[in-house]
């Protein structure tokens, strides 16, 4: 019988859902794109992201003329649904199928709901891009491993979004990047940033120039980086002795190959007390982020239970 802690925190091995990830990551990007066309620009692209939800990935509300629609991927319905303000409703079965199939049927449900998708028909951030309406070699859907994907997104949110909480600076969302795949919480000193050199595979330099314009300490989960996935913590820019710098828990590193700390999802999952465990690598990193960066930490940080009291009585 599976136990609660296993359902909380399951085990997928990356190597099992390879094709699986790599054609959803397809999907999430085309899907990404169609609420990047119609959303405001936001500092560092935060109107692109999709959200961790109770069934799977969401875009939230996008902003279509004077209404609003929404597209969600469902994990356990295995489906995509798309919704409109102004009561249109279309679904789509997740089930194998080649990006350009996934492509040409949301573009169709979009058109009865009338709603345009201008989008740039290519993926970022990989090599080699195919063009959507081509790509006929990613074509794997896994429903069990998806669903098993969404639920470590699902945990990662939650102690992401705990770890958040202690910061009252600027601050991100947690939010799913489809760029790379990966959940994402970013903290910002309040001080600019040296222009990123870019170099991101099928990306323009400009957009990492606006993503990391500020200076910061980014963590996440992506499902890479570790047998199951990895948590990872890393500064741009980064200060000098950042990666000698002695973080926790043990079994966390910093990785020359990916020049950041990782923490590999299986090593939190087998732990006592994964919360813990998580939350002291979140914390360790950005420690050694803000204290060799000097960053006022008196002035960004804070306890998310200073009202707690007042409230109680």
Same mark, same amino acid.
Not at 65 to 74: K, L, P, Q, S, V
Not at 214 to 242: H, I, T, V
């Given at each position: 019988?599976?136990?609660?802690?296993?359902?909380?925190?399951?085990?997928?091995?990356?190597?099992?859902?390879?094709?699986?990830?790599?054609?959803?990551?397809?999907?999430?990007?085309?899907?990404?794109?169609?609420?990047?066309?119609?959303?405001?620009?936001?500092?560092?692209?935060?109107?692109?992201?999709?959200?961790?939800?109770?069934?799977?990935?969401?875009?939230?509300?996008?902003?279509?003329?004077?209404?609003?629609?929404?597209?969600?991927?469902?994990?356990?319905?295995?489906?995509? @649904?798309?919704?409109?303000?102004?009561?249109?409703?279309?679904?789509?079965?997740?089930?194998?199928?080649?990006? *350009?199939? &996934?492509?040409?049927?949301?573009?169709?449900?979009?058109?009865?709901?009338?709603?345009?998708?201008?989008?740039?028909?290519?993926?970022?951030?990989?090599?080699?891009?195919?063009?959507?309406?081509?790509?006929?070699?990613?074509?794997?859907?896994?429903?069990?491993?998806?669903?098993?994907?969404?639920?470590?997104?699902?945990?990662?949110?939650?102690?992401?979004?705990?770890?958040?909480?202690? &910061?009252?600076?600027?601050?991100?969302?947690?939010?799913?990047?489809?760029?790379?795949?990966?959940?994402?919480?970013?903290? &910002?000193?309040?001080?600019?940033?040296?222009?990123?050199?870019?170099?991101?595979?099928?990306?323009?330099?400009?957009?990492?120039?606006?993503?990391?314009?500020?200076?910061?300490?980014?963590?996440?989960?992506?499902?890479?980086?570790?047998?199951?996935?990895?948590?990872?913590?890393?500064?741009?820019?980064?200060?000098?002795?950042? *990666?000698?710098?002695?973080?926790?828990?043990?079994?966390?590193?910093?990785?020359?190959?990916?020049?950041?700390?990782?923490?590999?999802?299986?090593?939190?999952?087998?732990?006592?007390?994964?919360?813990?465990?998580?939350?002291?690598?979140?914390?360790?990193?950005?420690?050694?982020?803000?204290?060799?960066?000097?960053?006022?930490?008196?002035?960004?940080? @804070?306890?998310?239970?200073?009202?707690?009291?007042?409230?109680?009585?």
């Amino acid at each position: 019988m599976t136990s609660p802690a296993t359902m909380s925190w399951p085990s997928l091995r990356v190597s099992d859902w390879t094709s699986t990830r790599d054609t959803l990551h397809m999907w999430t990007q085309i899907v990404g794109k169609i609420r990047m066309a119609h959303a405001p620009l936001l500092n560092h692209w935060w109107q692109v992201t999709l959200y961790v939800s109770p069934r799977g990935l969401t875009t939230s509300t996008i902003p279509h003329r004077t209404g609003a629609f929404e597209i969600e991927f469902d994990f356990l319905g295995h489906q995509l @649904d798309v919704r409109t303000s102004n009561g249109g409703t279309r679904s789509l079965p997740l089930q194998p199928m080649p990006v *350009a199939e &996934f492509y040409t049927q949301i573009l169709a449900m979009l058109d009865q709901l009338g709603v345009e998708a201008p989008i740039r028909p290519h993926p970022n951030e990989v090599d080699p891009a195919i063009p959507f309406a081509e790509d006929h070699h990613h074509a794997s859907y896994d429903g069990e491993a998806a669903a098993l994907f969404w639920r470590q997104l699902l945990q990662a949110n939650r102690v992401i979004g705990e770890f958040r909480s202690h &910061f009252v600076g600027k601050v991100s969302p947690v939010h799913f990047f489809w760029g790379g795949m990966d959940l994402a919480c970013t903290r &910002f000193s309040g001080r600019s940033a040296p222009p990123h050199p870019g170099g991101v595979p099928n990306c323009g330099d400009w957009v990492m120039v606006e993503g990391y314009s500020r200076e910061l300490s980014s963590c996440g989960f992506w499902p890479g980086g570790g047998e199951e996935g990895a948590f990872y913590s890393y500064a741009y820019p980064a200060p000098d002795g950042f *990666a000698e710098q002695q973080i926790g828990p043990e079994g966390a590193y910093f990785s020359t190959e990916f020049q950041q700390f990782l923490l590999p999802y299986e090593v939190a999952r087998a732990a006592p007390d994964p919360d813990r465990t998580i939350a002291e690598f979140l914390r360790t990193t950005y420690e050694a982020a803000a204290d060799l960066g000097h960053w006022d930490r008196s002035a960004l940080e @804070d306890n998310p239970l200073r009202w707690h009291r007042a409230t109680a009585s």
